[in-house]
C-alpha cells in the first residue's frame, strides 16, 4: 500500500506561484510514476503532470507547460508541483497519484493505483 498526502494548496492572485507537496509513505515508490491531477467544478479530474521516480523524466499537459514543474525528493520522498503564473482556470482540486512500473500513456488515470486527498487551488483574477 502506498499512501499519498497533499498539502501547499490555496488562494492565490492570478500570476502567483504555490507548490504542492505529496507527502508518500507505505512502500517504496522507486519504480514507480508519479502524477498530479487536478478537477475543476462540474468538469472531469485531468492531467496535469507526471514523473517517473527512478528515472526523472517528466510529462505534463500542453497547458502548463512553461509554468508548472513537476520533482520529487528521494530523502524525503516527497513530490512536488511548482506552479507559476497561475491563472483562472488553473483553479481546482489537485490531486497526487501513484502507478506501479513505468507508463507510455502517464495522462490516463487508470495507470494510477493510489490516489491522496486533494487539495485545493483557488487563482483569483
Known amino acids: 500500500q502506498v499512501q499519498l498526502v497533499e498539502s501547499g494548496g490555496g488562494l492565490v492572485q492570478a500570476g502567483g506561484s504555490l507548490r504542492l507537496s505529496c507527502a508518500v509513505s507505505?512502500?517504496?515508490?522507486?519504480?514507480?510514476?508519479m502524477g498530479w491531477f487536478r478537477q475543476a467544478p462540474g468538469k472531469e479530474r485531468e492531467f496535469v503532470a507526471a514523473?517517473?521516480?527512478?528515472?526523472?523524466?517528466?510529462y505534463y499537459v500542453d497547458s502548463v507547460k512553461g509554468r508548472f514543474t513537476i520533482s520529487r525528493n528521494n530523502a524525503q520522498n516527497t513530490l512536488y508541483l511548482q506552479m507559476n503564473s497561475l491563472i483562472s482556470k488553473d483553479t481546482a482540486v489537485y490531486y497526487c497519484?501513484?502507478?506501479?512500473?513505468?507508463?507510455?500513456?502517464?495522462?490516463?488515470?487508470?495507470?494510477?493505483?493510489?490516489w491522496g486527498q486533494g487539495t485545493q487551488v483557488t487563482v483569483s483574477s
Open positions: 514523473i517517473n521516480w527512478s528515472s526523472g523524466l517528466t
Open positions: 497519484a501513484a502507478g506501479e512500473g513505468r507508463t507510455a500513456t502517464p495522462d490516463r488515470r487508470v495507470q494510477y493505483d493510489y
Open positions: 507505505g512502500r517504496t515508490v522507486r519504480r514507480y510514476t
